[in-house]
């Protein structure tokens, strides 16, 4: 029953970073292609973007997606073995 809860948890943390990053990149996107001229900003990330600037808040925000997604296929293949 453990391993099924930490491989739950795993599955969790993949999917997270997943729509974490691609909220990133489409925030990005839209603003790149100029479909509309301002994007509101959850206010829980907005830490990121009042720090770093748009762009780099952009690219943190997706990097961080990217890095909890290979974390969480990291600990799903080792709780395999």
């Not at 990005?28 to 973007?49: A, E, G, K």
Request: charge should be positive.
């Amino acid at each position: 029953m453990n391993n099924n809860s930490s491989k739950s948890g795993c599955i969790f943390e993949i999917i997270f970073g997943f729509i974490w990053g691609a909220m990133g990149l489409l925030m990005w996107l839209v603003v790149d292609m100029s479909t509309v001229s301002s994007v509101q900003i959850p206010r829980f990330m907005t830490f990121f973007y009042d720090i770093f600037g748009f762009e780099i808040g952009v690219i943190i925000q997706t990097i961080i997606g990217i890095l909890l997604i290979v974390h969480g296929i990291y600990r799903l293949i080792k709780r395999r073995k």
